[in-house]
């Protein structure tokens, strides 16, 4: 006893004061180095030995040729022989960690288990209407930006980016037939005095508000720090609690401390909050919980405008499988991965896809099919129940679900005049209050429910190439949130065959979601031709979401404790089994992509965030040199 006690005032006494933890920190590092010098494991080909980019080349409109890229079905015959990669999952995080480890000489096979290729970047067609399904809008998009350079090599030069309207994003507020509008504007000083134009006598409170988006979003490499250091070093970190010392944004608790907390510093004007908050969509959690540093990267993001991929965002995995099979990769559809296998020690060495269960092997097993999917439905569950991975999915929790109103609509983008840019309806001030009663309601409730938000987008406004290919014709998303337990009763009917009960909950969200529409856009009236609604048991069979959810993991505060972000990481401690896409780091598409980039850099061992600097300075200088000899 007197042994424990002794101890345990000694690390007391050092955790008290930082001058040892520096030292210890400096020490170890110095260790590591030495360790890593002479003894580390040797540092795969660098994916960025040259710039992948092309001229670009015409549009393919074509339905066969993009089904040939983008709906190869799974058969035996195509896997390629010795593989040192399998990938799970279609999405930007994994097709983007293919695309690199495949120009690093590995052999790469990414198994879908939908029949398209591209996770939450496809599109899909129906009466014809074509309709993307997660990707509706993207910020850092400007020439020479880090995202924008990496997804030049990515898909040789082929993706093309449409800027969005100047005011990218509208408030409306209150009821959408009589709304009050507030616009965002793009670009840096622009966005702040357009805040200051609509709220002049916030002018204070605005600029103070923009100082610390500025500090939070600077402070966020602290937790990609614990991301992509080496799993040790994080570890000491942590468990000495010098993270809070060495990382900004635990000092300054920016990950601790939520957006509304913050708010409610700066102003008591409701609209002003409500105006400042309207983009928690984008992140599927209320101000009263998101950490304000998620708020501001996202804010960050938007900042010089937002961008759309011109013939639709089904582009990007176009591409990016084009590069990944030109080194001698594939990637399949219809290939339902059903278990991760396991060797005796726990190693991951292969997966067993579809009802034939066919066992393919490889050196490495990269997942981009979320958390929960991996742990608990692929692996072996003694293994899964091994990993410090497997708590935190309790802990986390699933991010909310979403509902989809689908329309098509008689007239072109430019008759109809729609917008290249996003509507977000509240009919409400406080949206934690308002949002919180919705998702509470029961399942027996949704028949008489009033929908208090709703996020509208024309895709066929926002791609340039839209009337080449749908001549005549406009595409509408109306988006809101939903309470898995509204459908869980429906998750195992069958397709198009749940009911009539189900189809009229479908029928009374959908007239209300088209009704904002209609209200807030009334050259809309008497077009509608077409409505289909995705439910969260639509976006389980679809995207292969256990619970419709639209984020993975949940973005609230409890993701971002130290301890967490530090074990939610590309290299798992499952040896052989890597992870990708936004559970690894936080939500959506630039998160995903670049997770792609940090678990090829763990499996490449070498720093590819480097690699990419070197090669975005060559592109300048490329790039410099065209525009004189053009001038």
Same mark, same amino acid.
């Given at each position: ?18 001058? /040892? ?17 002479? /003894? ?18 015409? /549009? ?54 939908? *029949? ?81 134009? =609509? ?9 103070? +508000? ?22 040790? =070093? ?11 010392? &060495? /990382? ?5 608790? +920016? ?52 961008? +759309? ?62 958390? &929960? ?51 977000? &309806? ?58 898995? *337990? ?55 069979? +679809? ?75 060559? &592109? ?12």
């Amino acid at each position: 006893m007197s042994i424990d006690i002794g101890l345990r005032s000694a690390i007391e006494y050092i955790v008290t004061r930082p001058a /040892f933890l520096v030292a210890g920190f400096l020490f170890y590092v110095v260790l590591y180095l030495i360790s890593v010098t002479f /003894f580390g494991k040797k540092y795969g080909k660098n994916p960025f030995t040259k710039d992948y980019r092309r001229p670009p080349e015409p /549009f393919v409109h074509d339905t066969k040729a993009r089904e040939d890229v983008l709906k190869q079905r799974f058969k035996a015959s195509l896997v390629p022989q010795n593989l040192d990669a399998i990938i799970i999952g279609s999405g930007v995080g994994g097709l983007s960690a293919g695309v690199l480890l495949s120009r690093a000489g590995c052999k790469v096979l990414v198994l879908e288990q939908h *029949d398209q290729a591209g996770g939450c970047c496809h599109t899909f067609v129906e009466k014809g209407f074509e309709f993307d399904t997660g990707i509706h809008y993207i910020g850092n998009m400007h020439n020479g930006s880090v995202d924008r350079v990496l997804l030049d090599q990515v898909t040789g030069g082929q993706l093309r980016w449409a800027p969005m309207d100047n005011e990218f994003d509208q408030v409306a507020m209150g009821d959408p037939a009589n709304a009050k509008l507030f616009k965002m504007k793009a670009g840096e000083k622009e966005y702040v005095q357009n805040l200051i134009n =609509l709220f002049p006598q916030e002018k204070d409170a605005i600029l103070k +508000y923009m100082e610390l988006i500025k500090d939070a979003s600077s402070s966020f490499y602290g937790i990609v720090m614990l991301k992509v250091l080496p799993k040790i =070093l994080v570890r000491f970190l942590v468990v000495t609690g010098l993270y809070k010392i &060495v /990382f900004r944004c635990y000092r300054k608790r +920016y990950a601790e401390k939520t957006l509304q907390e913050f708010l409610d510093e700066l102003t008591s004007n409701k609209e002003l909050k409500l105006v400042l908050s309207y983009i928690c969509g984008d992140y599927g959690i209320f101000p009263k919980d998101v950490p304000f540093f998620l708020h501001a990267i996202l804010i960050t993001h938007y900042q010089k405008g937002a961008y +759309y991929p011109r013939a639709g965002t089904s582009e990007i995995p176009f591409h990016m499988i084009q590069s990944i099979e030109k080194e001698g990769g594939k990637v399949l559809v219809q290939a339902p991965v059903t278990k991760i296998l396991c060797d005796e020690k726990g190693r991951a060495v292969g997966v067993r896809v579809g009802k034939n269960e066919m066992d393919v092997f490889a050196r490495y097993i990269i997942s981009d099919a979320g958390v &929960v999917n991996t742990f608990k439905t692929l692996l072996p569950e003694s293994v899964a129940r091994s990993s410090c991975i497997y708590p935190l999915i309790e802990k986390v929790g699933p991010s909310c679900s979403f509902i989809t109103a689908f329309i098509g609509v008689e007239g072109s983008p430019s008759e109809l005049k729609l917008p290249a840019g996003n509507t977000w &309806v509240y009919n409400t001030d406080d949206i934690n209050k308002t949002m919180s009663e919705f998702l509470n309601l029961k399942a027996d409730e949704m028949e008489d429910v009033q929908i208090p938000f709703g996020y509208i987008s024309f895709p066929s406004a926002k791609d340039t190439e839209w009337e080449k290919k749908h001549p005549g014709k406009s595409s509408v998303l109306v988006i809101t949130l939903a309470n898995w *337990d509204w459908f869980k009763e429906w998750k195992d009917e069958k397709l198009r065959h749940r009911g009539d009960r189900y189809e009229g909950i479908k029928d009374i969200i959908g007239r209300q979601l088209w009704q904002q529409c209609v209200d807030l856009f009334p050259q809309l009236d008497g077009k509608k031709v077409y409505m289909e609604v995705g439910t969260p048991v639509t976006n389980q069979y +679809y995207l292969a979401a256990p619970q419709g959810e639209m984020y993975g993991l949940a973005q609230g505060k409890a993701r971002f404790t130290a301890d967490v972000a530090s074990k939610l990481r590309p290299d798992t401690d499952i040896p052989g089994l890597f992870l990708t896409g936004q559970d690894t780091m936080t939500c959506g598409f630039t998160s995903a992509l670049t997770m792609g980039l940090v678990c090829a850099s763990q499996i490449l061992n070498r720093n590819l965030y480097s690699d990419l600097l070197k090669i975005r300075k060559q &592109v300048k200088k490329i790039d410099d040199l065209t525009k004189i000899k053009s001038d």
